[in-house]
């Protein structure tokens, strides 16, 4: 089963910019591995911001957006706020599988 | 209002089985690809499985760990999703969660399953 990796943590001031990634142990990440991202808060079912790379959801805040970028898949987060602390983890298809990335924890300071 | 409600969680001895259902409401399953994903506590989400939608051949798919002891199934007429678990084990204990594929992007708030004797 393909590992799939991401930051295990990043740090981001308020209103700045930050991009989490997403590689596969497989090698390059491509559209074809169809990219979700999503956002967990603590104690609250996770939500989906991103399918397909790069399309957003109705919900989706536009200062999200997703890319694939050097071989991997990304999440840039551009004018922080505090609200955007949280874990994200990316979703990658394999095939008939998928599989989650480790999650990495955000934190706006 | 779109919802997905997950139930039928608990707590069930070593060997156990469970069947989780996912009920989804204010849209169709019909088209959808459905997911279950699951969340140890403390630990990060684990991708469980997913069932296509019937159009396009309705083929399961599932993860190595539960392959051979889990089946998602669907009730299209019923707008409900499946999750029947067999033989289970200790470290199947998470909250369970449905998630729904694509331009949708729907996920219920789970259900909890403890496996422990």
């Known amino acids: 089963q393909a590992v799939v990796t991401q930051e295990p943590s990043l740090t981001v001031s308020p209103g700045g910019t930050v991009t989490l990634t997403c590689d596969s142990s497989t090698g390059v990440v491509t559209s074809g591995h169809y990219p979700y991202w999503f956002q967990q808060r603590p104690g609250q079912a996770p939500r989906t911001l991103i399918y397909?790379?790069?399309n957003k959801y109705s919900w989706t805040p536009a200062r999200f957006s997703g890319s694939l970028l050097g071989g991997k898949a990304a999440l840039t987060l551009s004018g922080a706020q505090p609200e955007d602390e949280a874990e994200y983890y990316c979703l990658l298809s394999y095939s008939g599988t998928r599989v989650f990335g480790g999650g990495t924890k955000l934190t706006v300071l | 209002e779109v919802q997905l409600v997950e139930s039928g969680g608990g707590l069930v001895k070593p060997g156990g089985s469970l069947r989780l259902s996912c009920a989804a409401s204010?849209?169709?399953?019909?088209?959808?690809?459905m997911n279950w994903v699951r969340q140890a506590p403390g630990k990060g989400l684990e991708w469980v499985g997913r069932i296509q939608s019937k159009a396009d051949g309705g083929t399961t798919g599932y993860a190595v760990p539960v392959k051979g002891r889990f089946n998602i199934s669907r009730d299209d007429s019923g707008n409900t999703l499946y999750l029947q678990m067999n033989n289970l084990k200790s470290e199947d204990t998470a909250v369970y969660f449905c998630?729904?594929?694509?331009?949708?992007?729907?996920w219920g708030l789970g259900t909890q399953v403890t496996v422990s004797s």
């Open positions: 998630f729904a594929s694509g331009s949708l992007g729907y």
């Open positions: 397909d790379t790069t």
């Open positions: 204010g849209f169709s399953l019909t088209n959808v690809w």
